[in-house]
């Protein structure tokens, strides 16, 4: 044998034992299976939610949910996600005005805020704590598919979103750990991308760690506190307070209800919000209260986005406030007499609106693009 036929014998040897030559076996793969781990949702000092029966939290339904949530193929020309309007850093909601969809339009009202929706309870049989700005989504698993076929958001059929999703193996893997399905359809992305936002729990502020015993709030901080809470005295402007509670209530600082607060009288409203739902004349220009968790960094404000910043806010509940045929009861006396804040009152009351900032929420990567 020559030198050669050595070094070819070698050669093939090498490569052999290294797996560089295909030998035709390969390893078998993993099959992938249904994984039912619960999520355990952290509610903190808050009462745990009441979830819907058929909707179980697991930890791989929320992370199919994120992946969704970030996926611009939901979206007609797949350039658009759900998280490009709904900002972590901003509430998850957006800078804009009107949010702008696929096409370059405007949309209709402000992107809502997305945080702690776990606790907005449903009643059976009505529309109250319904979602959407005008409550026409009954439960948050109806609200997330309605942006993908709007013609002015994300505009695509539902029909090629699980055409999409299901070419992806990815998705389709995730689909079956999830639901143990093998097949993508309308109700199980709803499911997923519920228990997502589900999960999106904001209670790690300045306010929850003084409610915990935690710290202590500065002296701004605390008499911006009571003007919050405290009800307006017409009578007894200077020690009264400047009556937010009444629709900014409980932990997660809004009553989930419906309400007109003197935006605009009647000849000027162009958007008939709740009444769109109810037909009830009744409920002429009322829109859903939302939660002022994160308010700070939630700019711009109202349904239309009207008000640039909380200096706008204030100055509108102040003396701003217009009468109508359905306004709230509660802001007649900020029509007729107005809440007289002084400088000191203002700048108090902002103090504690930052103390409603919870830096933990708007950085949590468990809520990031995971793609």
């Not at 989930?256 to 935006?263: D, E, P, R, T, V």
């Amino acid at each position: 044998m020559n030198p050669s036929s050595y070094i070819f014998l070698f050669t093939v040897g090498i490569l052999m034992t290294s797996g560089c030559v295909d030998s035709g076996l390969s390893e078998p793969t993993e099959p992938v299976l249904h994984d039912p781990t619960p999520y355990v949702l952290e509610v903190g000092h808050f009462p745990p939610p009441v979830l819907p029966e058929d909707n179980p939290m697991t930890e791989s339904g929320v992370q199919l949910g994120r992946m969704l949530f970030h996926e611009k193929g939901l979206s007609g020309n797949n350039t658009q996600a759900c998280a490009d309007c709904h900002m972590q850093s901003y509430n998850f909601s957006d800078m804009a005005v009107f949010s702008i969809g696929i096409a370059g339009e405007e949309g209709h009202r402000h992107s809502m805020v997305l945080s702690n929706l776990a606790w907005h309870v449903h009643h059976e049989g009505s529309h109250d704590h319904g979602f959407f700005w005008d409550g026409r989504a009954a439960s948050l698993r109806e609200q997330v598919l309605q942006p993908i076929e709007d013609a002015l958001e994300m505009d695509e059929s539902l029909e090629n979103v699980i055409l999409k999703l299901g070419a992806e193996q990815a998705y389709a893997d995730q689909f079956k750990r999830a639901f143990d399905s093998e097949v993508v359809t309308e109700e199980l992305i709803a499911k997923a991308l519920e228990q997502f936002l589900f999960s999106m729990v904001s209670n790690q502020s300045r306010y929850d760690r003084w409610l915990l015993g935690e710290v202590e709030l500065t002296e701004s901080e605390e008499r911006g506190r009571m003007l919050f809470f405290d009800e307006f005295d017409p009578f007894n402007p200077e020690g009264s307070g400047a009556d937010c509670a009444h629709c900014h209530s409980g932990l997660d600082f809004s009553s989930h209800q419906f309400g007109n607060n003197g935006l605009d009288a009647d000849a000027d409203m162009q958007d008939i919000g709740y009444m769109g739902v109810t037909g009830d004349e009744a409920d002429l220009g009322k829109f859903k209260t939302p939660s002022l968790r994160n308010v700070m960094v939630s700019a711009p404000y109202m349904h239309d986005g009207r008000f640039a910043d909380i200096d706008e806010v204030l100055d509108h509940y102040d003396h701003g406030a217009v009468s109508s045929t359905s306004l709230d009861p509660m802001m007649q006396y900020n029509v007729d007499y107005g809440l007289g804040l002084t400088d000191v009152d203002r700048e108090d009351l902002i103090a504690f609106l930052h103390t409603l900032t919870d830096a933990e929420f708007l950085a949590e990567p468990a809520y990031s693009n995971p793609h």
